[in-house]
């Protein structure tokens, strides 16, 4: 009776097996209209944590849930409506574009559905050239999906839309140089040159640091791209001379270069060369581009210079992107350590076990400023971090967090390394290739009577629901807590409306529109069992980073389990004959674990030693990821791949992909004579246990037994036999989902290189921390009697 009615409760510490075998479906949207429900808003789009809507503040404080919603809103779609149109349809009072859920009024007139207004209907809304008759506004478009692009007509640009520009800046400091990162870089960027989203009017550029800054001049008519550089002279703030050093022939030229601190404009008085021609178009000096590219590795080889200047850079950097805006991309290995924006070293190596952790906050403002200075000329910058040793990057990320860029980390980089080219190759062809909005600003409406109160993400909030993104890329998720101001018990849905205005790479300006709805209820019991776990999950994520910034890890690590604790307490509350046990709503069955695998994640662990810049990366992605991303993250997926079979099986692109189970993140679900398959998100990890099956050993892998699997084994041999042809498929399906491959690793039981397979079974007890049926038996002691 109760699963029927989706009131099913379960006791956690009877049910042990709480995670089903199949992926975790998002809770269905029921609207008090059913035939509303199938032209709802996609879940991968957009997550609401609450499915459905307390009625009134008081009964959401009584759920104890958080409220918010998660939209990652420029996602690659494979249909998307795109509509031209000379007036776009929206509300005279709050702007709302028309949506599915306006309510019609009669033919000419339309009610909208965030503020109630009653709003006329254009003639041309109203007219149907297919049937040449007025009358019918349902046939539109608008009204038949929820999520929709516009051609946006010229009152919606400032100024004619950018072209895409690209500037990439690039260490070649002796770290930088010794990683082996530019050759791998260098090289995509070449391959991918075509590829990069533009038109005939794409511009790029290329800058190089280390104590000098060098230009490329590009300009027309030469062999060659001319180098010039500016140098730092006493190993401080103030640059006081300008080298010209052209590659053929060398000139020297004197400046007086002072960089003012005390100007509120950080970047005023960087001086360029001869700006023209460092920012060149790409289809008219293509030749020369290539030229550079494949100079760039080879000129700072053996360089014994260890300083990077990468504030003066950025600085150089806006100064060169300021009329265009655009997208500066930076690679960086070391510690900025001269000019404006160095940094110090300010990691304690002896405390990376503490409890709690110093130093996740920026040490200085200095590159959040520039970040904002970047986001009023629509320039963002992007960040790969391809360090050795600690570089601040809570300090660093300051450039990407404000300027809607995004942030890539790949620690102990090594070019030599196989697997590490190829990791940072995957990355980088994605990063180049995918498509690119510039200039956009993507605002959220709700339904009066919801206020948003705090956005999660990477951009700078320009008015209370305005968020300014010098660029958006299709990877990027956001997040948006809600409160409830005003009492929503006369109304049965509510709305939110997310609308992202961007200039597309062919330098058209466009509007994404995106709407969900839902109901509003008035009992706790419905708002609890339809609660989204994984949405919940994914909001908390966010909202603890901000605690750990805000307050301290200990802080944010407290507020998780008092989350559980709470809302297994206001159910138990709501339940007048529930007695012993741990009892939750099935919908949040998940709930607990979820928090468990939280607090042992990279970014909110304690105890365990955890290097502060990826920690400080671990939570750049729990603010950024889409959700189905993060998900993966904080509670990896975990098959058995040893007896893979073709029933189950999913035909992707005539592939025919196997369908484990899903298993427990748990050692008790492991089985020596097993191979167990670990999905990270961004790296597939394979486990053989020591018992294996020889025949396992030589058809999956191509070796003769456990004992023969190479230590370090970074890739699936490709053999024509069935065995090893599921494995791939399997694989295959997984890797489809992510915006790039993730890189596999195949591990041997008996090597050293298991801990990265066991350290991310967090069901089970670490040396710090409660094993997931310790932490039920903690939150039965906490919940209220
Ligand atoms: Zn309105």
């Known amino acids: 009776y109760n699963k029927l009615w989706g009131t099913e409760s379960i006791d956690l510490l009877q049910c042990r097996n709480v995670l089903p075998t199949e992926r975790v479906e998002p809770p269905k949207i029921k609207l008090h209209q059913d035939f509303l429900d199938s032209v709802n808003c996609s879940s991968e789009i957009f997550r609401c944590t609450l499915t459905k809507i307390p009625e009134s503040n008081t009964l959401l404080q009584k759920s104890r849930l958080p409220f918010g919603v998660l939209i990652h809103p420029f996602k690659d779609l494979n249909h998307l409506p795109v509509i031209q149109c000379s007036t776009i349809v929206r509300c005279r009072a709050c702007r709302t574009y028309i949506n599915p859920f306006v309510y019609f009024n009669d033919s000419k007139r339309w009610k909208c559905n965030l503020c109630y207004r009653v709003n006329e209907l254009p003639e041309e809304f109203q007219f149907d050239p297919v049937t040449k008759s007025y009358g019918d506004p349902s046939r539109r478009p608008e009204v038949k999906t929820s999520t929709i692009e516009f051609i946006a007509p010229s009152e919606y640009m ?43 009017r794409t511009q790029i550029g290329f800058l190089a640091v280390d104590s000098a800054i060098h230009f490329f001049g590009i300009p027309d008519n030469v062999s060659q791209p001319q180098e010039m550089i500016m140098l730092d002279i006493d190993g401080k703030i103030v640059f006081t001379h300008m080298l010209f050093k052209f590659i053929s022939h060398v000139k020297v030229y004197a400046y007086q270069l002072v960089f003012n601190h005390q100007s509120s404009n950080l970047c005023a008085d960087v001086f360029l060369p001869c700006p023209e021609n460092l920012i060149v178009n790409l289809k008219e000096r293509e030749e020369l581009v290539r030229d550079l590219l494949i100079q760039l590795p080879v000129k700072f080889q053996g360089t014994h210079d260890a300083n990077s200047a990468l504030g003066a850079a950025l600085q150089a950097a806006y100064k060169l992107m300021s009329p265009t805006g655009g997208r500066v991309t930076v690679f960086q290995t070391c510690l900025p350590n001269i000019g404006p924006g160095l940094l110090q070293a300010r990691e304690d190596p002896n405390g990376r076990g503490g409890k709690d952790v110093p130093h996740l906050n920026p040490v200085t403002d200095f590159y959040k400023r520039l970040a904002l200075d970047c986001s009023g000329q629509q320039i963002a910058v992007d960040l790969f971090l391809l360090n050795c040793q600690y570089c601040d990057l809570a300090t660093l990320s300051g450039m990407c967090k404000f300027s809607g860029g995004c942030t890539y980390h790949l620690p102990l980089f090594r070019g030599s390394k196989p697997q590490h080219a190829e990791t940072l190759d995957k990355i980088l062809r994605r990063y180049l290739t995918r498509k690119i909005g510039f200039e956009a600003v993507m605002r959220i409406r709700c339904t009066r009577g919801l206020s948003i109160h705090t956005f999660h993400g990477n951009f700078f909030v320009r008015s209370t629901d305005l968020l300014s993104l010098p660029n958006v890329n299709p990877d990027a998720g956001f997040g948006m807590q809600i409160s409830i101001e005003e009492n929503l018990s006369d109304v049965q849905n509510v709305c939110f409306q997310a609308a992202l205005l961007y200039t597309s790479s062919k330098g058209e300006r466009r509007i994404r529109v995106h709407t969900l709805c839902l109901p509003v209820v008035s009992t706790l019991s419905d708002i609890l069992h339809s609660a989204d776990q994984q949405c919940i999950a994914g909001l908390l994520s966010k909202m603890a ?23 297994l307490s206001a159910y138990k509350l709501s339940q007048s004959a529930i007695s012993g046990g741990l009892v939750s709503p099935a919908s949040l069955k998940l709930l607990p674990l979820y928090i468990v695998a939280l607090l042992k994640c990279v970014a909110f662990r304690s105890g365990t030693n955890t290097r502060l810049d990826d920690r400080v990366f671990a939570m750049c992605q729990l603010k950024t990821l889409p959700l189905f991303q993060s998900i993966q993250t904080i509670y990896p997926d975990l098959y058995p791949v040893h007896a893979l079979e073709d029933r189950n099986a999913k035909d992707i692109d005539g592939r025919l992909c196997p369908q484990p189970p899903r298993l427990h993140l748990s050692a008790e679900k492991l089985d020596s004579r097993g191979a167990f398959l670990m999905d990270t998100g961004d790296r597939i990890f ?100």
């Not at 690039?170 to 530019?182: H, K, P, Q, T």
């Not at 699997?709 to 090893?724: D, G, K, Q, W």
């Open 686 to 785: 394979i486990l053989i246990g020591k018992n294996i099956h020889p025949s396992f050993c030589c058809n999956a892998l191509g070796v003769s037994a456990f004992p023969s699997i190479p230590e370090e084994l970074y890739e699936l041999p490709e053999i024509e036999t069935a065995e090893n042809e599921r494995l791939r498929n399997f694989i295959f399906s997984l890797q489809e989902e992510k915006p790039y491959p993730a890189s596999v690793q195949i591990i041997r039981d008996d090597s050293h290189l298991r801990t990265l397979f066991v350290e991310r079974l967090v069901e089970d007890r670490f040396e710090n921390s409660l094993s997931y049926y310790e932490f039920l038996q903690h939150l039965k002691t906490q919940v209220k009697q």
């Open 158 to 200: 400032l100024r004619p839309p950018q072209p895409a520009v690209y500037l990439f800046v690039l260490d070649v400091s002796r770290l930088a140089v010794e990683s082996g990162y530019l050759n791998v870089a260098c090289n995509v960027i070449s391959e991918e040159l075509s590829r990069l989203p533009g038109d005939g």
């Open 545 to 567: 980073v901000d605690r750990c910034q805000q307050s301290s890890l200990s802080d944010a690590r407290d507020a998780l389990i008092n989350v559980a604790i709470d809302v």
